[in-house]
């Protein structure tokens, strides 16, 4: 099916290759329309198997354009009340997001060859236009009276908005990225000198080796997260109740559509699992939360996910959960102590066979006239509370992504509370990491003394071995051409 289908679209052949623009208006449609695809055929599948399919294709096709704009982060309304839905399930976000920047990466490589900016940006525009073009429509199928109805402007503008920042970013691939550094290096400059990292605003020194480890930072972040959903998984296995029974007891359809839908929703469990980890928590409706320290709950949907919160009360052994963030602080602690007492350059074997094999170039790159020195202690106590602001700041908004409301009145709100996810997060992040990173960069600096005292002692002894062999050698010659005189 996808060679016979897929490769003429894909490939825009004839006339139609020959012209970009048309064809990169055609990649977006075809973006938009895969996107679409993916939603619509599993929804249409439950219809068709489901045994109480007596009113047409109708409400099917509107569910599967009211995920497709939940899956954008589009806020929809339900039901005769209009209550709003605004939880995006990620996964779908994520798929749509990872397919717009790859649709414009296309389009770049084909429209921008040679350096034609103008061209890369024309074709990303193409793009995005098709994609939107798509979006019209669906909008327009949800509009009217139903289940589920799309807010027509609200929905347009949040499509328009992903589609236009992923189609960019996928467009501009391959190019030189240019940060607004000048107000970073204006900050940084009145700092004083020990606190201020010497090459964090360097892309192959400090400025890489924070990202590397904001990074790291997270992805700790999200193995609490999946331990923690993981662990209310077994528990509730454990436990044997009969929660989310009533979830499946609806038959075969209703089973697989309750799967599937938890599939979606997965990505926004860990992150929850993850504020739970952090300590603050997250709401489950109005006056209603979930945290280590004290579980409220008011009446919460049938749904299996659901089923996973905690039990009410107040937190005992749960309190250990919060362990787990620790993760979330080592590895950037221990790369930021490393590059700190390197001078702000990664040590390890793949930089040191680069040097090797170009020292001029590093030597004019990186080091400058000579080796730099390590870094200040209160500097690297700035990149480590550097790197927990970019953490917290990351956290705050993937809190406030994963969550939104469930329906109107105490369900207007489901998710961690964005500002306390995030301070949590720069808080434990700064405690973890800064006294393993002063730790690492002061056990590095004893090291790499200890090597070179080490190093001076096997040099000295070396030159003087050298220097009474060459004596002896000489004292020998002398001896030997005076016994060739007296002779």
Do not use: K
């Not at 003429?8 to 208006?25: H, N, W, Y």
């Not at 602001?389 to 956290?395: C, H, I």
């Not at 500002?419 to 700064?430: E, K, M, N, Q, R």
């Amino acid at each position: 099916m996808t060679q016979l289908m897929g490769r003429p679209i894909l490939e825009v052949p004839g006339e139609l290759g020959a012209r970009p623009v048309l064809s990169a208006l055609l990649a977006g449609v075809r973006t938009a329309l895969i996107g679409l695809a993916a939603v619509a055929v599993p929804v249409l599948g439950l219809w068709v198997v489901t045994p109480y399919a007596d009113d047409g294709a109708t409400g099917a096709v509107r569910l599967a354009g009211a995920l497709w704009l939940l899956g954008h982060g589009a806020p929809v309304l339900r039901g005769a009340a209009e209550a709003p839905l605004t939880v995006t399930p990620l996964l779908l976000g994520l798929l749509t997001t990872v397919q717009l920047y790859r649709a414009g990466a296309r389009v770049g490589r084909r429209t921008g060859a040679g350096g034609a900016g103008r061209s890369r940006r024309g074709g990303a525009f193409a793009v995005w236009a098709g994609y939107c073009a798509v979006a019209v429509g669906v909008v327009a199928q949800c509009a009217g009276a139903g289940e589920f109805r799309a807010r027509v402007l609200p929905d347009l503008l949040v499509v328009a908005a992903l589609a236009g920042a992923a189609t960019a970013a996928g467009a501009r691939r391959g190019e030189p990225v240019r940060l607004p550094s000048g107000a970073w290096e204006r900050v940084l400059a009145r700092l004083p000198g020990p606190v201020r990292p010497p090459a964090v605003i360097r892309p192959v020194g400090g400025a890489e080796t924070v990202r590397v480890a904001v990074l790291a930072a997270g992805a700790g972040l999200l193995a609490a997260g999946s331990a923690v959903l993981a662990g209310a998984a077994l528990l509730a296995a454990m436990d044997g109740g009969d929660r989310p029974a009533a979830a499946l007891a609806g038959g075969p359809a209703a089973v697989a559509g309750t799967v599937l839908l938890g599939v979606l929703l997965l990505p926004n469990a860990v992150l929850w699992g993850a504020a739970y980890a952090l300590g603050p928590g997250f709401a489950v409706g109005t006056g209603a939360v979930a945290a280590p320290t004290r579980t409220v709950l008011g009446p919460v949907p049938e749904f299996p996910l659901l089923a996973l919160l905690p039990d009410p009360g107040a937190g005992g052994w749960r309190l250990l959960v919060c362990l787990l963030p620790v993760a979330a602080g080592v590895v950037p602690g221990l790369l930021l102590g490393r590059v700190a007492a390197a001078g702000g350059r990664p040590e390890g074997p793949a930089e040191a066979e680069a040097a090797a094999g170009a020292p001029e170039r590093r030597r004019g790159e990186e080091t400058g006239p000579g080796p730099r020195p390590p870094w200040h202690a209160s500097a690297t106590v700035t990149a480590v509370l550097a790197v927990a602001l970019l953490t917290g700041g990351g956290a705050a908004l993937l809190g406030w992504l994963s969550g939104g409301a469930l329906a109107g009145g105490r369900m207007a709100w489901l998710g961690p509370v964005p500002w306390s996810t995030g301070l949590a997060a720069t808080v434990w992040v700064a405690v973890v990491a800064g006294p393993i990173a002063l730790v690492t960069r002061g056990r590095a600096l004893r090291a790499s003394a200890g090597r070179t005292g080490t190093g001076a002692l096997v040099l000295t002894a070396r030159r003087g071995a050298l220097l009474l062999r060459a004596r002896s050698y000489a004292a020998v010659v002398r001896l030997s051409g005076r016994a060739g005189r007296t002779e």
